[in-house]
């Protein structure tokens, strides 16, 4: 079983929409949270990190459930710089500062 | 303005040559990581440095190399031993390991021709 999973879309949605991703981690004494947005051909770059009480950044946002062991993404009005790969990091202290990276999900904001 | 360098951005390799990608962080950060990333995959850990002088395995170490001389340095070799060696690399650091946000260098495409 991989430490992270994501549904790698492509999810297409017009502009305006709101979509959720959605990530779930299999090693229960993780302890950090991220979302990263890679563009093409670009490195990853921090988008947010997630807290257990949930956390906005704008027209972002994102959730933890420790129970279920998963984390999301919102993004609300969506635009066309949206346009990316999200990526879902976790990071454990029990691991020895490992990060484990999914697969990213594909976004795709339709003018 | 500080950062996390790698050169050269693009580079092209013979069979059975070795290359090395350099990597230089200006953040006076602890840790510093080397990830290889294939289309449609997730990130995977090459190696690992916690400390100068010090550096782990990551899950797919075999056919790499790297050093860890000085603290803001931490090249990576790509040996001919590596059978597969086209792909995008990351070098990434940390400020210490624990519960950190990681932070990543542009990366540098290497291409066997």
């Known amino acids: 079983r991989k430490e992270v999973e994501q549904d790698p879309g492509p999810f297409n949605v017009p502009e305006g929409a709101t979509v959720a991703f959605n990530c779930t981690y299999s090693n229960s004494a993780s302890q950090s949270f991220f979302w990263y947005r890679q563009d093409c051909r670009k490195e990853p770059k921090l988008l947010m990190s997630v807290y257990s009480s949930g956390n906005e950044d704008g027209r972002f946002t994102a959730q933890l459930n420790r129970a279920s062991q998963y984390i999301s993404l919102l993004i609300r009005d969506s635009k066309l710089s949206d346009s990316a790969t999200y990526l879902c990091?976790?990071?454990?202290?029990?691991?020895?500062?490992?990060?484990?990276f999914g697969t990213g999900t594909s976004l795709t904001v339709i003018p | 303005d500080g950062g996390i360098t790698q050169s050269p951005k693009y580079l092209f390799r013979k069979e059975g040559q070795n290359v090395t990608l350099s990597c230089e962080q200006n953040l006076n950060h602890d840790a510093m990581y080397w990830y290889r990333q294939d289309p449609g995959q997730g990130l995977r850990l090459i190696y690992y440095s916690q400390i100068v002088n010090d550096f782990q395995k990551g899950d797919i170490a075999e056919g790499y190399s790297v050093s860890r001389e000085k603290k803001e340095s931490f090249p990576l070799t790509v040996t001919s031993a590596q059978k597969n060696p086209t792909a995008f690399y990351l070098c990434?650091?940390?400020?210490?390991?624990?519960?950190?946000?990681?932070?990543f260098g542009e990366g540098s495409w290497l291409t066997v021709v």
């Open positions: 990091v976790v990071n454990g202290e029990a691991s020895g500062n490992q990060f484990y």
């Open positions: 990434a650091s940390t400020p210490g390991f624990s519960g950190n946000t990681i932070y």
